[in-house]
Nanobody
């Protein structure tokens, strides 16, 4: 199945931008629904953005208009462009994938079967 490796996290000032990447190694990336899930220490994981195999996207209200999720199936890579970052965006960001094809994207962390190790984003 798919293995996921995130990159692109870091520290940025409020109002700045970051671009996260998630490289999928092996497996059926093309048919997977992919998501970005974030977690603040001590809190539940929160779905941020999702994109299904057909390219349909979904966003949490807290990031709508600021974040953009995309995928490059030829490179088996998922992206999250984050603009106008706020201190409340500070979290560990995880890339996640479903094993099965989904009709729609999902922000529900429980829908995802495979997870990366995460990349830290800090906004000050």
């Amino acid at each position: 199945h798919v293995q996921l490796v995130e990159s692109g996290g870091g520290s940025v000032q409020a109002g700045g931008s970051l671009r996260l990447s998630c490289a999928a190694r092996t497996g059926t990336f093309r048919s997977a629904c992919m998501g970005w899930i974030r977690q603040v220490s001590g809190q539940e994981r929160e779905g941020v953005a999702s994109i299904d195999a057909d390219g349909e996207t979904s966003y949490a209200d807290t990031v709508k208009g600021r974040f953009t999720v995309s995928r490059d199936n030829a490179k088996s890579t998922l992206y999250l462009q984050m603009n106008s970052l706020k201190p409340e965006d500070t979290a560990m960001y995880y890339c996640a994938a479903t094993r099965l094809w989904r009709l729609y994207p999902s922000l529900d962390k429980n829908e995802y079967d495979i997870w990366g190790q995460g990349t830290q984003v800090t906004v000050s």
